[in-house]
């Protein structure tokens, strides 16, 4: 139930990103989710990618200051009352959302959402008790 | 027991010392007024004459020499014998401009030896000793300084010079080497090679190393100790005044004793040139007060020191001078602080950093401000931007206590600190633009 997710520190200037989709591209890596968490000095950009622990490699390689996270993926509009049903289940388990971002699936047109909580287990067993639907780490890689 | 090479001189009375100090220092004054004429020009224009410098008290009176002198008088303005009677020259590693030649008479070098041997005692040698000395030799202080003050204590003497790592560490184990003489970083290597070679400290017979002519921090001490399983003295010099033996480190470990039978040492203010209390921050100033060849009268060594005459445990009452904390030239007073990128190299290497890091000074609002910018490693990176703000929140508040003042500490990614010619650029000040 666990996706790796690749995160890696950029300066927070034009033309880091691309320097970063530039190294993927070229390593064949197809990038699933993306996200970037911004402050005045630096970047975290966070990806969900088809091979992450060959991309991480390939990050590392390239000099980049690089970790693997492991988030959880689940699909929205399936849901009971849709992401604020996510939350609110997470909220009533007493687990922290550390952060969360959206993508869409091209092949099936649906929503999901990723999710970095303070607490995986707790936070799946919440969620598969609820009934929410959440992807298997190759549901997402293949994608 | 502590071992002294010089009793007398190493535990004379500081009334004695005093003394024997006035007594040289005014022979010294006389001897250089008269033979060279690069010195005797520079205290014409001050307006002081050999009669003005009656003791130690009227030492201030005598005007500076700098490296740049050095190199204005290279290579013979500065020498105060006549080439017949010096033996030896010495020479710096002219990194930084033209290099610095040093000349010595037969007495110059038994004196220097001598301290060196002062040095070798501190560290527990005797003659039943094995000395591994592992500085370079040739135009280098290092080798020959230690070579010389090991064969006056009557060790078996190891001239290796340095380099062919698994070399010195076969003859370590099969000549059964009990002090090690060399750079802390090179004692280091050494001590990694031993270990990556399949050996233990209990393949080896040290128990000592005298180790100099870089700076090197505590926490190196102890890493060098534990990986050779010795006590690390620290030894200090510098080619204009001799060579390492200026000062030297008793089993105390916390300063160097200056040998002031021979070197007398001040503190100054490195922007106005006053001499400072005993316990001050500043600029090192070395007066050779026997040397005959090379003179050096008042030399500014750049090096940033404190001295202190507090009672040392091991019976010495010679002044001890800590560690250099920097160089007067990279120098910044910060909100009229003195600051020294070399302090912010330790903070960063006792948290966990690679020393890879740039200072920003700018004033705003007639208000300095002090920003670091420090290169983020692997195991400090976090996924999450609160984690890097507390690591960067932690790392400003370990520069705070060791400057005195706040900056503001940016985690940044590694390689993003400009280089020029290879070198990273340390320190931005934007103050000098305005
Ligand atoms: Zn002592």
Same mark, same amino acid.
């Given at each position: 139930m666990l996706i790796k997710q690749i995160s890696i520190f950029v300066e927070n200037k034009p033309g880091r990103l691309s320097a970063v989709t530039k190294l993927l591209a070229e390593n064949n890596i197809d990038i699933r989710a993306l996200s970037v968490a911004d402050t005045k000095d630096f970047g975290i950009l966070r990806l969900i990618v088809n091979k992450p622990d060959e991309t991480c490699e390939a990050l590392k390689k390239a000099g980049w200051t690089v970790s693997l996270t492991n988030v959880i993926a689940i699909g929205i509009t399936d849901a009971p009352g849709g992401l604020s049903g996510v939350v609110e289940c997470l909220y009533a388990a007493n687990i922290s959302v550390e952060y969360m971002y959206a993508f869409i699936s091209k092949a099936e047109d649906q929503a999901y959402v990723i999710l970095r909580v303070d607490n995986n287990d707790r936070a799946i067993e919440a969620l598969v008790e609820n009934n929410f639907t959440l992807l298997k780490a190759s549901e997402v890689y293949d994608m | 027991m502590e071992r002294y090479w010089n009793k007398e001189i190493e535990c004379m009375s500081r009334e004695d010392m005093k003394k024997l100090q006035d007594e040289r220092l005014v022979a010294q004054v006389k001897h250089v007024y008269a033979n060279v004429p690069y010195y005797k020009k520079l205290m014409d224009e001050k307006g002081v004459t050999p009669d003005d410098i009656r003791s130690t008290a009227d030492l201030h009176k005598l005007p500076f020499l700098t490296k740049a002198d050095l190199r204005e008088a290279y290579p013979y303005g500065l020498l105060a014998k006549p080439l017949s009677e010096c033996v030896r020259i010495q020479s710096t590693s002219g990194t930084t401009g033209k290099r610095v030649v040093a000349f010595y008479t037969q007495h110059d070098i038994d004196l220097w030896e001598d301290c060196c041997a002062r040095a070798i005692t501190a560290a527990g040698g005797t003659k039943d000793d094995v000395c591994q000395v592992c500085y370079g030799y040739g135009l280098f202080t290092g080798g020959p300084g230690l070579n010389g003050g090991s064969h006056k204590v009557g060790c078996l003497t190891l001239?290796? %010079? %340095?380099?062919n790592t698994e070399r010195q560490i076969q003859f370590m184990i099969d000549l059964q080497s009990t002090i090690l003489c060399c750079t802390p970083s090179y004692a280091a290597y050494i001590g990694e090679t031993l270990h990556e070679m399949g050996y233990t400290t209990d393949d080896i017979k040290l128990k000592a190393g005298i180790f100099g002519a870089e700076p090197w921090t505590e926490e190196m001490r102890r890493e060098i100790e534990k990986s050779l399983g010795i006590k690390a003295y620290d030894i200090y010099g510098l080619t204009e005044t001799s060579g390492p033996g200026v000062s030297f480190e008793c089993s105390e470990q916390t300063g160097m004793h200056i040998n002031e039978d021979h070197f007398i040492a001040e503190i100054i203010d490195p922007d106005t040139g006053e001499v400072l209390p005993e316990g001050s921050k500043g600029e090192l100033v070395f007066t050779s007060i026997t040397k005959e060849a090379f003179p050096l009268l008042r030399y500014r060594t750049r090096d940033i020191c404190v001295l202190t005459r507090e009672k040392c445990s091991c019976g010495r009452t010679l002044v001890k001078m800590s560690k250099p904390l920097g160089r007067s030239d990279d120098m910044l007073i910060i909100r009229g602080v003195n600051v020294f990128p070399s302090q912010i190299e330790t903070v960063l290497i006792e948290q966990g950093y690679a020393p890879n890091y740039q200072i920003e000074v700018d004033r705003i609002n007639n208000s300095d401000t002090l920003d670091v910018n420090v290169e983020m490693s692997d195991d400090k990176f976090s996924d999450m931007v609160k984690d890097i703000q507390q690591k960067e929140r932690e790392l400003a508040a370990a520069i705070k206590t060791m400057l005195g003042i706040s900056p503001k500490v940016h985690l940044v990614p590694p390689k993003t600190i400009a280089r020029s010619e290879g070198k990273a650029v340390r320190v931005i000040d934007k103050r000098k633009l305005v």
């Amino acid at each position: 139930m666990l996706i790796k997710q690749i995160s890696i520190f950029v300066e927070n200037k034009p033309g880091r990103l691309s320097a970063v989709t530039k190294l993927l591209a070229e390593n064949n890596i197809d990038i699933r989710a993306l996200s970037v968490a911004d402050t005045k000095d630096f970047g975290i950009l966070r990806l969900i990618v088809n091979k992450p622990d060959e991309t991480c490699e390939a990050l590392k390689k390239a000099g980049w200051t690089v970790s693997l996270t492991n988030v959880i993926a689940i699909g929205i509009t399936d849901a009971p009352g849709g992401l604020s049903g996510v939350v609110e289940c997470l909220y009533a388990a007493n687990i922290s959302v550390e952060y969360m971002y959206a993508f869409i699936s091209k092949a099936e047109d649906q929503a999901y959402v990723i999710l970095r909580v303070d607490n995986n287990d707790r936070a799946i067993e919440a969620l598969v008790e609820n009934n929410f639907t959440l992807l298997k780490a190759s549901e997402v890689y293949d994608m | 027991m502590e071992r002294y090479w010089n009793k007398e001189i190493e535990c004379m009375s500081r009334e004695d010392m005093k003394k024997l100090q006035d007594e040289r220092l005014v022979a010294q004054v006389k001897h250089v007024y008269a033979n060279v004429p690069y010195y005797k020009k520079l205290m014409d224009e001050k307006g002081v004459t050999p009669d003005d410098i009656r003791s130690t008290a009227d030492l201030h009176k005598l005007p500076f020499l700098t490296k740049a002198d050095l190199r204005e008088a290279y290579p013979y303005g500065l020498l105060a014998k006549p080439l017949s009677e010096c033996v030896r020259i010495q020479s710096t590693s002219g990194t930084t401009g033209k290099r610095v030649v040093a000349f010595y008479t037969q007495h110059d070098i038994d004196l220097w030896e001598d301290c060196c041997a002062r040095a070798i005692t501190a560290a527990g040698g005797t003659k039943d000793d094995v000395c591994q000395v592992c500085y370079g030799y040739g135009l280098f202080t290092g080798g020959p300084g230690l070579n010389g003050g090991s064969h006056k204590v009557g060790c078996l003497t190891l001239p290796m %010079s %340095s380099g062919n790592t698994e070399r010195q560490i076969q003859f370590m184990i099969d000549l059964q080497s009990t002090i090690l003489c060399c750079t802390p970083s090179y004692a280091a290597y050494i001590g990694e090679t031993l270990h990556e070679m399949g050996y233990t400290t209990d393949d080896i017979k040290l128990k000592a190393g005298i180790f100099g002519a870089e700076p090197w921090t505590e926490e190196m001490r102890r890493e060098i100790e534990k990986s050779l399983g010795i006590k690390a003295y620290d030894i200090y010099g510098l080619t204009e005044t001799s060579g390492p033996g200026v000062s030297f480190e008793c089993s105390e470990q916390t300063g160097m004793h200056i040998n002031e039978d021979h070197f007398i040492a001040e503190i100054i203010d490195p922007d106005t040139g006053e001499v400072l209390p005993e316990g001050s921050k500043g600029e090192l100033v070395f007066t050779s007060i026997t040397k005959e060849a090379f003179p050096l009268l008042r030399y500014r060594t750049r090096d940033i020191c404190v001295l202190t005459r507090e009672k040392c445990s091991c019976g010495r009452t010679l002044v001890k001078m800590s560690k250099p904390l920097g160089r007067s030239d990279d120098m910044l007073i910060i909100r009229g602080v003195n600051v020294f990128p070399s302090q912010i190299e330790t903070v960063l290497i006792e948290q966990g950093y690679a020393p890879n890091y740039q200072i920003e000074v700018d004033r705003i609002n007639n208000s300095d401000t002090l920003d670091v910018n420090v290169e983020m490693s692997d195991d400090k990176f976090s996924d999450m931007v609160k984690d890097i703000q507390q690591k960067e929140r932690e790392l400003a508040a370990a520069i705070k206590t060791m400057l005195g003042i706040s900056p503001k500490v940016h985690l940044v990614p590694p390689k993003t600190i400009a280089r020029s010619e290879g070198k990273a650029v340390r320190v931005i000040d934007k103050r000098k633009l305005v």
